[in-house]
Nanobody
């Protein structure tokens, strides 16, 4: 079983900062990529940022967070972080960690599988 555990959400004033973290645990072969999605009330689920782990780090950001958010990883800890600066009220949402992980199937063959955390709420309000 693979689990993703998020932390770091909370209430912050506009212009403030938060750092989210997501740690992967369990039995797996490797992590292909890790990232963050968010869903605000009444809005669709959207990509915030993703970082590839294998073969090398490459990052993708939503246009709405470029220049304000930074995603980075600690491979030794199987953890991804999202540093969020200059937060705006429109960043208010539940943030979900996602990881694409290679696991070993019961047949002995390996395959890639997506996993999700339970979500951590971020509220930007004065």
């Amino acid at each position: 079983q693979v689990q993703l555990v998020e932390s770091g959400g909370g209430l912050v004033q506009p212009g403030g900062s938060l750092r989210l973290s997501c740690a992967a645990s369990g039995t797996f072969i490797s992590i292909n990529s890790m990232g963050w999605y968010r869903q605000a009330p009444g809005k669709e689920h959207e990509l915030v940022a993703v970082i590839a782990v294998i073969p090398k780090s490459s990052t993708t950001y939503a246009d709405s967070v470029k220049g304000r958010f930074t995603i980075y990883r600690d491979n030794a800890k199987n953890t991804v972080y999202l540093q969020m600066n200059s937060l705006k009220p429109e960043d208010t949402a539940v943030y979900y960690c996602n990881a694409n992980i290679r696991v070993l199937g019961t047949s002995g063959a390996s395959y890639d599988n997506p996993y999700w955390g339970k979500g951590t709420p971020v509220t930007v309000s004065s």
